[in-house]
């Protein structure tokens, strides 16, 4: 049995996707003597026009009917209560409203980055005390840890580095992290696993989710295919593309265009409506910058500094050297050069296991 040491016993409410993660940490939490309430947050209704594709799994999908059932069922077999909160309007007006603005205008977002910070551990802890329920911590199933220091809290990478969902979870401020568990931020996915099949919560190999949404993005962001231009950077057209909205920089597959070599998009201009793409060497970056930063284990940044950053939730951190602006952006200039930084995507900052900052990639060279 894998021990949790949160102190004594306390009130805990567990957000329930339905999922191996979030059940495991709420029976964790239970066999730890916590007095602990299910809930789980409904985000569709404003989308019910859309059909959900055949096997979906993501976390953004209609007709969650069957999917809360289980819950319960789930919640039952751990002997808790459990709770649904309806909350897309507010998924809509903040989420997705940025999901909308930020493509229209060639960006990239990461809309769970978003949806944590602001719905998960923002609105739907708010909502859910305002709705009467009482607690004094909201827990998830997510893999990272929340180290403090000098009355300061960080997001640390979890101890199963593969399974690591640090990145997603920067945004969190001081005030969430204190009031914040994570059950499995030292343990395996095996060991999670393992813990859900003995169990019995969920079939063996169960799917997990993994995207945000399944469908067609057009649906989402409401709008009609836009015919314009794929094109070089020195403004060769080499053809034409539906939407800048169905590209993301550094894709590969699925130009449609024939070349000597493989071509990646370099670029979406919302203001010329243009995909720009290049070669391989074109995609390589050594400096990125970015805004709307979110301090972690500091409250901010004297001098240059060596740390290691990630640009995108995949893969492992990078060797940089980094610095705060006078204009309270942060710049990353990496050792080794980094590929297709995407404007609209993250930058997050690692001192050692400990995120040191992070905010929304602006622009990158």
């Known amino acids: 049995m894998v021990r949790l040491n949160f102190g004594g016993m306390m009130k805990v409410l567990v957000g329930m996707s339905g999922g191996i993660d979030s059940s495991v940490a709420a029976y964790l939490l239970k066999q730890q003597g916590h007095e602990v309430t299910g809930v789980t947050m409904t985000i569709w209704n404003k989308r019910a026009h859309l059909a959900r594709p055949l096997g979906s799994t993501s976390c953004f999908a209609p007709d969650k009917s069957e999917d809360i059932k289980a819950i319960k069922r789930i919640c039952e077999k751990i002997g808790i209560e ?82 690591d969902q640090s990145y997603f979870l920067y945004r969190l401020s001081q005030a969430q992290l204190a009031a914040t568990l994570f059950p499995l931020g030292s343990m395996t996915k095996e060991e999670a696993r393992t813990i859900d099949m003995a169990q019995g919560f969920h079939k063996v190999y169960q799917e997990e989710s993994q995207d945000f949404y399944d469908g067609d993005y057009t649906d989402l962001l409401e709008v009609e295919n836009k015919r314009g231009n794929i094109v070089t950077q020195d403004g060769k057209i080499l053809g034409t593309h539906d939407g800048i909205w169905h590209y993301t920089i550094g894709q590969r597959k699925g130009l449609g265009i024939a070349a000597e070599r493989p071509l990646y998009v370099l670029q979406l201009d919302a203001q010329k409506n243009e995909v720009v793409v290049g070669y391989v060497e074109e995609t390589l970056q050594s400096t990125v910058t970015a805004d709307d930063v979110v301090w972690s284990s500091k409250p901010s940044l004297d001098g240059e500094v060596e740390v290691q950053a990630k640009i995108r939730s ?44 992070g905010g929304i990639i602006k622009e990158a060279f």
């Open 314 to 357: 995949t893969g492992y951190p990078t060797e940089a050297r980094a610095h705060r602006n006078d204009d309270g952006t942060i710049t990353a200039v990496f050792s080794d050069s980094v590929k297709a930084a995407t404007v609209g995507q993250s930058l997050v900052l690692y001192e050692g296991e400990r995120i040191l900052a």
């Open 82 to 163: 459990h709770h649904v909160l309806e909350l897309s309007d507010q998924f809509e007006e903040v989420v997705l409203a940025n999901f909308k603005d930020e493509y229209m205008d060639g960006r990239t977002p990461n809309p769970c980055v978003w949806c944590n910070a602001k719905i998960k551990f923002g609105a739907m802890v708010d909502y859910a005390k305002e709705s009467g329920l009482v607690f004094d911590k909201f827990a998830t199933g997510h893999y990272a840890r929340i180290t403090e220091e000098n009355g300061r809290y960080a997001i640390t990478r979890a101890v199963d580095l593969k399974k």
